[in-house]
Nanobody, 124 residues
Framework: QVQLVESGGGLVQAGGSLRLSCADS????????IGWFRQAPGKEREFVAA???????YYGDSVKGRFTISRDDAGNTVYLQMNNLKPEDTAVYYC??????????????????WGQGTQVTVSS
């Protein structure tokens, strides 16, 4: 049973930082990608960042240079370090686990697992 649990969201002022965590408690295969997506009220889901099992990382254009995705040595927890946050980063952030070989940018695929989401609010 795959279970993804996000944590680390909260309220921060513009220019501040937060670090989100995604704990993957049900790994059944070493070949997977962990990604972060976000969705603001009234807006479509947006790709934020992803890390493949081989360590390759990917970022959405709106967060490049400000966000960094990483993984602990055991591979069970993925982090999203968010710096220089902006009000437009306000959204619910979701952790996603996806089978390897599929595009990291697709907003949803059959077979995906999702966490419950964590709220990030950036005040101006």
């Amino acid at each position: 049973q795959v279970q993804l649990v996000e944590s680390g969201g909260g309220l921060v002022q513009a220019g501040g930082s937060l670090r989100l965590s995604c704990a993957d408690s049900g790994r059944t295969s070493s070949s997977y990608t962990i990604g972060w997506f976000r969705q603001a009220p009234g807006k479509e889901r947006e790709f934020v960042a992803a890390i493949r099992w081989n360590g390759n990382t990917y970022y959405g254009d709106s967060v490049k240079g400000r966000f960094t995705i990483s993984r602990d040595d055991a591979g069970n927890t993925v982090y999203l370090q968010m710096n220089n946050l902006k009000p437009e980063d306000t959204a619910v952030y979701y952790c996603n686990r996806r089978r390897t070989g599929y595009s990291v940018y697709s907003l949803s695929l059959s077979g995906d697992y999702w966490g419950q989401g964590t709220q990030v609010t950036v005040s101006s």
